[in-house]
């Protein structure tokens, strides 16, 4: 990851270095670069430049949107419960929330650039933005073919990650997310959800919630589905259901999600892992790599001295 310095709507130029291995451009192969610029609307944003060889992200989930562009061959990813491909200039649209996998669907590999605005973010785009917008965009279709689009994602995220001029990068990227809300968002909510999606997610969020108080030492499923009055499968299916991944998965992701917190505020990645209930650093490790694509190690330098960090949940 590289950081941007700042504060008070101000960013200086980062020092540029790749985590995950360095410049690795063979096919195959992976290579990594996060960035974190301060300064946007009084917050900062993570950014994304990755090629992805073989590695296949593990099912999770963002607190905030993963806006990307697909700037060569071709990704591929469940996402609601469909498999899903992103061809080079497609933009990709993941909403908060929304648990998804993520991998090269040729073995060439394929190479992405993705920024992650949290929602109040967009938000503030709706309310600039005038005509029929909805003030929670949502976006029925996770692949956006708009290449003019994913032309001006691929030239914002360049200039917000160079840092040369902060101007110019956050007013290209609130013109990406505007134009993006304008003309791909739905304007309306959601559909309400059947029956049996409610009651899938009243089940997932109750188990979702005791995982989360229980981190360290988590329940069993036969401990959870006894209080719920619930059989094993029915809890597993319910889960899944709701949440797009068995309990174990959603379990390791957010603990990456509390790891990646402590990292932020300062903590070596072996006591990460033993406050979020990992077995050991190299359990950290595995997840860590899973769903963010690099090491604690690495992203740990990153942002050690970042006077702004995001809050993770």
């Known amino acids: ?139 029925a279709n996770p692949i956006v073919d708009d290449r003019r689009l994913g032309e001006a994602l691929r030239l914002a995220h360049h200039a917000l990650r160079l840092g040369a001029d902060p101007l110019e990068g956050e007013s290209r990227l609130l013109g990406v997310l505007g134009a993006l809300v304008r003309r791909h968002a739905v304007s309306g909510p959601k559909a309400p959800p059947a029956h049996r999606r409610v009651e899938a997610g009243r089940i997932a969020s109750t188990v979702a919630t005791r995982l989360s108080d229980e981190l360290v030492a988590p329940p069993t499923l036969a401990e959870v589905a006894t209080d719920l009055g619930l059989s094993r499968y029915q809890l597993l299916r319910a889960f899944r259901d709701a949440m797009g991944m068995p309990p174990y998965a959603w379990l390791a992701q957010h603990r990456v999600a509390r790891a990646r917190a402590l990292l932020d505020a300062g903590h070596r990645p072996a006591e990460a892992a033993s406050l979020v209930g990992f077995a050991d650093q190299a359990h950290l490790t595995r997840w860590f790599r899973r769903v963010l694509g690099v090491t604690p190690g690495a992203y740990r330098n990153s942002v050690q001295d970042s006077p702004t960090r995001p809050t993770t949940s």
Request: proline share 9%; glycine share 14%.
């Open 1 to 139: 990851m590289t950081r941007t310095a700042g504060g008070s709507g101000t960013s200086s130029r980062p020092d540029r270095r790749a985590v995950g291995g360095g410049p690795r451009d063979a096919r195959g192969v992976d290579r990594t670069l996060w960035t974190r610029v301060s300064g946007i609307q009084g917050a900062p944003l993570d950014l994304l430049t990755a090629r992805i060889g073989r590695r296949h992200y593990a099912p999770h989930t963002h607190d905030e949107y993963a806006i990307g562009v697909t700037v060569d061959g071709t990704e591929t990813m469940l996402y609601r419960g469909e498999r899903i491909y992103s061809a080079a200039g497609s933009v990709v649209v993941i909403e908060p929330g929304e648990a998804h996998t993520g991998g090269p669907a040729r073995p060439e590999g394929f190479a992405y650039l993705c920024l992650y605005p949290a929602t109040d973010l967009l938000g503030a785009v709706t309310t600039a933005e005038p005509g029929p917008v909805p003030a929670e965009p949502h976006f």
